[in-house]
């Protein structure tokens, strides 16, 4: 079996031994087709695993970064590997990985594997969207768009893409509608809208909190904050991608800064042993391949698991304060069954922001200027510590490469006079956080 797939550029199209391109038209002269200069997306790739064939090579491709795109996508799109027994019946599932280049950004990939249409057994096909746009439940709207299409047939599926890739991308909060036309329903209007919270448009927390109890959550949230290597297991490809991207979502502002893969391929799955910090989501099916467990925490995601915990380092119950988790655990259970993604993203990513607050809130009156331009005062923050049990998170949290990097970005800020963003945020939800507290008093 090998890989065949389509490819829809926003750039120039490309072609190779099992890459066949739709051409893309330019778009309307003089119209914006971005919102501050971002694309809705940059690829379309359809991956189908059909028998190789013999055939002539149509041309080279444009631009190295294509060919390196489809690739890796091949590798998610299908990361149990390509030897697939043609099925008669198959769930379709939504999941999302992060493409990271050498200089260190990220692009986003979106996909759906769905059967397609048709009798007898067959094998399944991935679509796949590569986007530097973060919005999971935008693009996993568009996947429903698109599976509806390809029930009809592949072809229908291009003209809605490239309407799509035209369209202007709303900014947070907004909507955009694209005309699309449907054989037998006529033209059809769809509205895609952006989450207002524009950092939060790639998370919904509803699968953690469904995986994991809220204590569960705060170990692994432990962990995560002292990062350290864990590995989460799920046989569901969207679990997996859901869970991890919410796990990250939870260190907000800081942000994870090591090895971050929401899906493992078989081929990758030696990454697993590396020494250094990790975020990994491997399948189940992989399991008996995770040879050496010291000094990791693994996560069972699976509905039912005897122990959450395959191997844990033990000591993640203790790692936040008492009287933190005490009240990040009573915000928590302030939530309801059922509260829209919004809701509870909102309430869950206060609530574990209330840890930073509480504990390194006052970092801003500790990046002081000096002759070397403005320094954090590390040894007059540890002394300016609030509550003193706070202070052996503290201690651990302040030699993370997530804060670190967050201090850096405070002494570098164009105006040393002024008040950074991150300050002015911390100010604003320290006096929401003390109100709150207050009534627990």
């Known amino acids: 079996m090998s890989h065949e797939s389509v490819c829809v550029c926003s750039e120039r199209s490309s072609s190779d031994p099992g890459v066949y391109p739709v051409p893309a038209a330019a778009p309307p002269a003089g119209r914006e087709r971005s919102h501050m200069g971002q694309l809705f997306f940059e690829y379309l790739l359809v991956v189908s695993l059909r028998k190789k064939r013999n055939r002539e090579v149509m041309g080279r491709l444009q631009r190295e970064e294509e060919e390196k795109c489809m690739k890796a996508a091949h590798l998610f799109c299908f990361p149990e590997g390509i030897n697939w027994a043609p099925l008669t019946e198959y769930r379709s599932e939504t999941f999302s990985f992060v493409l990271t280049e050498v200089d260190g950004s990220r692009r986003n990939g979106y996909c759906r594997r769905l059967l397609p249409d048709g009798r007898g057994a067959r094998v399944p096909e991935a679509y796949c969207i590569i986007s530097s746009v973060a919005c999971f439940g935008l693009f996993s709207k568009i996947f429903d768009e698109v599976e509806k299409r390809r029930q009809i047939s592949k072809a229908m599926i291009y003209p809605f893409m490239q309407s799509l890739r035209e369209a202007p991308l709303p900014s947070p909060g907004n909507t955009v509608t694209v005309s699309s036309f449907?054989?037998?329903?006529?033209?059809?209007?769809?509205?895609?809208?952006?989450?207002?919270?524009?950092?939060?448009?790639?998370?919904?927390?509803?699968?953690?909190f469904?995986?994991?109890?809220?204590?569960?959550?705060?170990?692994?949230?432990?962990?995560?904050?002292?990062?350290?290597?864990?590995?989460?297991?799920?046989?569901?490809?969207?679990?997996?991608?859901?869970?991890?991207?919410a796990v990250a979502a939870l260190l907000n502002p800081f942000v994870w800064q090591h090895t971050f893969i929401s899906i493992v391929p078989t081929v990758l799955i030696d990454v697993c042993a590396a020494p250094t910090p990790y975020l990994l989501g491997v399948q189940k099916s992989m399991l008996d391949l995770l040879t050496d467990h010291s000094d990791l925490m693994i996560v069972d995601l699976s509905p039912g698991a005897e122990t959450k915990f395959i191997t844990r380092i033990g000591d993640?119950?203790?790692?936040?304060?008492?009287?933190l988790k005490e009240?990040?655990?009573?915000?928590?259970?302030?939530?309801?069954?059922?509260?829209?993604?919004?809701?509870?993203?909102?309430?869950?990513?206060?609530?574990?922001?209330?840890?930073?607050?509480?504990?390194?809130?006052h970092f801003s009156q500790y990046v002081k200027r000096c002759a070397n331009g403005r320094q954090f005062q590390k040894k007059s923050f540890l002394k300016a510590v609030e509550h003193k049990s706070h202070l052996n998170f503290v201690k651990l949290f302040i030699q993370t490469q997530m804060f670190d990097l967050f201090i850096q970005e405070e002494e570098t800020q164009p105006n040393p006079n002024g008040t950074s963003t991150h300050a002015n945020q911390f100010k604003k939800l320290k006096l929401t956080q003390d109100m709150f507290y207050s009534t627990l008093k």
Do not use: Y
């Not at 170990?219 to 569901?236: G, L, N, P, W, Y």
């Not at 993640?316 to 009287?323: G, I």
């Not at 928590?332 to 509480?358: D, G, K, P, W, Y």
């Open 210 to 245: 469904r995986c994991l109890s809220d204590e569960e959550v705060l170990m692994v949230f432990a962990a995560t904050v002292t990062e350290r290597r864990i590995i989460f297991i799920s046989e569901e490809l969207s679990t997996l991608s859901q869970v991890l991207h």
């Open 327 to 361: 009240e990040l655990l009573s915000r928590l259970s302030t939530r309801t069954r059922h509260a829209s993604t919004e809701e509870l993203n909102r309430l869950v990513s206060e609530a574990f922001l209330s840890v930073f607050v509480r504990s390194v809130g």
């Open 316 to 323: 993640e119950e203790s790692l936040l304060p008492a009287k």
């Open 182 to 208: 449907i054989p037998d329903a006529g033209t059809q209007i769809i509205s895609l809208t952006r989450p207002a919270e524009s950092w939060l448009e790639h998370v919904d927390f509803h699968t953690l």
